[in-house]
């Protein structure tokens, strides 16, 4: 009986070919892959730290830093005016830009309502905290913001809105607008896709690109001055609300095509799952395809509600005193004339903050949603 031997042989695991390589060598090729390549590379890394050391050296090392007395930190800005920055006339005019027109003995409460807000953001973050019981926590913040920015009540002295400005007002319209603005996006995306009820469709077509089609600055100009020719003599709606509603109404209708866009990338599988089972067309949109219809509209929400967020600082042409605005009217100062930089550096660097951390969290949500890791 013969017997039969098998060679074996151990093979051992070899990296892929893109692991072995390099990161000098990757860096060389992408950057240095030819003359023309490596003489833009190195022009643009001289060009970028040249930029680098000059703010540095405006901004901290010949700049001037806060001192005991204003008049002495306005001297000393005067005296270094064409060296560096000039960081007092922030200290000094810190509480208009944050805080507008609002009395400054009762700047407190604005701060306080700015401070409710930024938690309830914190806690709206938290996905463990998306239950029915988060709705009543901003309805019961709402009601704490405005008793605080309007007073009247528990001792409170009133303040009239046209009083109110800077970050306040811009936190107020953001969130106010892009709160209601939701919910009237998602219902306009419903009433376009619908096939059963032409009416409505009709309707919210009209809706959604009347509105698209209109410069949101011409919206707020109707608010502003349109608005109060129609109603009623002795009827009177301040400025604040009435920009609000048109910011909310206006958010609305570009919510409505992002979150149509969510809906399109929904499979049809899903549609006939849900039929399948069942389900009535309520809980069908209420618990398989809205669900993974704003999943996939995340990127796009999150986007909208950057650029609105940025979108407030033009309700200055109606005469609402938002952050920029605040910051204009602080630059208007005589005696820190010629500094309008540091202030407006401040200005974005807040507004920075803001939509910075809206973008990692959108990133953040997205990536947890579609399971992968970024």
Not at 128 to 136: C, E, G, H, I, Q
Not at 210 to 235: K, N
């Amino acid at each position: 009986m013969g017997m039969h031997f098998t060679r074996t042989e151990t093979i051992t695991a070899q990296p892929r070919p893109m692991a072995r390589r390099r990161l000098g060598h990757t860096v060389a090729r992408a950057y240095f892959g030819n003359w023309t390549s490596g003489f833009l590379t190195v022009a643009l890394v001289l060009l970028l730290g040249w930029g680098a050391w000059s703010f540095f050296d405006w901004s901290v090392r010949l700049a001037v830093f806060g001192h005991g007395d204003p008049k002495a930190a306005l001297a000393a800005c005067r005296a270094a005016v064409l060296a560096g920055a000039c960081w007092p006339v922030v200290a000094e005019k810190g509480r208009l830009i944050l805080f507008g027109l609002y009395p400054y003995d009762e700047q407190w409460r604005p701060a306080l309502a700015c401070v409710v807000l930024m938690l309830l953001y914190a806690l709206s973050m938290w996905r463990a905290s998306w239950r029915p019981w988060l709705v009543l926590v901003w309805l019961a913040a709402g009601i704490v913001v405005a008793t605080l920015m309007w007073g009247g009540v528990l001792g409170l002295v009133h303040v009239p809105d046209d009083q109110w400005g800077g970050l306040p007002v811009t936190l107020l319209l953001s969130t106010v607008g892009l709160c209601v603005g939701f919910p009237i996006g998602i219902l306009l995306a419903l009433a376009r896709q619908s096939k059963n009820a032409p009416a409505l469709r009709g309707f919210a077509v009209a809706y959604i690109e009347l509105a698209r089609g209109i410069p949101l600055l011409t919206v707020l100009f109707m608010a502003s001055v349109m608005v109060p020719l129609f109603l009623p003599v002795g009827v009177e709606v301040s400025k604040l609300l009435r920009v609000q509603v048109a910011i909310a109404l206006f958010v609305g209708a570009y919510l409505a095509e992002v979150i149509r866009g969510g809906l399109a990338a929904v499979t049809l599988g899903q549609h006939e799952a849900a039929d399948a089972i069942g389900l009535n067309y309520t809980r069908k949109m209420a618990l398989v395809i809205l669900p993974q219809a704003l999943r996939y509209a995340v990127p796009g929400i999150v986007n909208t509600f950057i650029s609105f967020f940025k979108a407030t600082s033009i309700v200055v042409v109606v005469g609402i005193f938002d952050l920029m605005t605040a910051a204009k009217r602080a630059v208007a100062d005589p005696d820190w004339q010629g500094f309008g930089t540091e202030v407006y550096l401040f200005v974005g660097l807040v507004y920075f903050i803001f939509c910075f951390s809206m973008s990692r969290y959108s990133r953040s949500l997205e990536a947890t949603t579609h399971g992968t890791k970024r």
